[in-house]
């Protein structure tokens, strides 16, 4: 039994959980989908598209290899007693809808209150594209990089807003251009306190820093 190629005891079973397809299988899905949306997956145009295909895969879900709270494991701690709010706005992400793998392309906005640790802000845009480069629900990624700041920094608050187009409502469906979802998690002093929230919300210049006051 032992000399049973390894290949075919494969394509035998339907792989395990969390079994990745190989290279071939997955470009063979691509095709599949090429006849699906009604082309010719052999003509000139598209005979290299599963290679590519593949490879952008590659790219736009390399954050499940990601660690992010590997990221934020090196912080300094000779601030001078800076315990104020650290604010990172406009951090750029692109990530894909689990529903309809439809791209969608937003913006990140980052507050942490220290209490005696800060990290690179380099790092917290880190998070953000590991936990980006996934297959994410809005709402998911935007308690997911607030959770994950809160739990290695222990900061006395977290807050992260996330503003982004969602093309699975933008080019299909209800066919919404131009209209933005806005999430927030809010936790800790940010939540507690109200003038902490709307001191963070006016340095991200949300407009919705008015609302509920
Ligand atoms: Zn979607």
Redesign the pocket.
């Known amino acids: 039994m032992s000399e049973l190629p390894k290949l075919s005891t494969r394509s035998l079973a339907p792989p395990a959980l969390g079994a990745r397809p190989s290279r071939g299988e997955t470009e063979q899905a691509v095709r599949t989908l090429l006849l699906w949306a009604g082309d010719d997956p052999t003509r000139e145009g598209l005979r290299e598209t599963p290679a590519r295909v593949a490879r952008a895969f590659e790219d736009w879900f390399a954050g499940y290899a990601m660690d992010p709270e590997e990221y934020l494991s090196r912080t300094f701690e000779e601030v001078e007693g800076y315990d104020d709010m650290v604010v990172l706005r406009d951090i750029r992400f692109e990530s894909h809808?689990?529903?309809?793998l439809?791209p969608i392309i937003g913006r990140v906005h980052v507050g942490y209150l220290p209490t005696n640790r800060v990290v690179g802000i380099s790092k917290l845009a880190r998070v953000v594209e590991a936990y980006a480069k996934r297959l994410q629900v809005q709402e998911k990624m935007n308690a997911q990089i607030a959770r994950c700041i809160q739990k290695v920094l222990e900061p006395k608050g977290v807050a992260v807003v996330i503003q982004a187009e969602?093309q699975?409502?933008t080019t299909r469906g209800v066919h919404k251009p131009g209209v933005s979802m806005v999430t927030s998690t809010m936790l800790g002093d940010f939540r507690k306190n109200p003038l902490t929230r709307r001191e963070f919300l006016s340095v991200i210049g949300n407009p919705a820093s008015s609302a509920g006051d």
């Not at 809808?97 to 309809?100: G, K, L």
């Open positions: 809808c689990e529903h309809h439809a969602h699975c409502m």
